[in-house]
């Protein structure tokens, strides 16, 4: 139980120094519109978005694969 305060502590801190580090704005440019945005919380988007479609493709591949248990 304690391992995982102290390393959820440290995950924590590890987080913050990087968003402290990475304040300085970005243009995102897409098609016709453009975005000025943080480099840090472009980053932690980016992360959610890839963790989404992680778990839809996943999801998309447990169906799949059940599917075809059944159609045996």
Do not use: P, T, Y
């Not at 139980?1 to 990475?22: D, E, G, R, T, Y």
């Not at 016709?32 to 980016?46: D, E, N, T, V």
């Not at 059940?66 to 159609?71: D, K």
């Amino acid at each position: 139980m304690k391992f995982k305060i102290i390393l959820s502590l440290v995950v924590a801190v590890l987080v913050v120094i990087f968003i402290v580090q990475n304040v300085a704005v970005v243009d995102i440019k897409f098609l016709f519109w453009k975005l000025s945005i943080s480099r840090s919380l472009m980053m932690f988007f980016l992360i959610i978005v890839g963790i989404i479609i992680g778990w839809l493709l996943k999801g998309a591949s447990f169906h799949r694969k059940s599917e075809n248990v059944e159609s045996d």
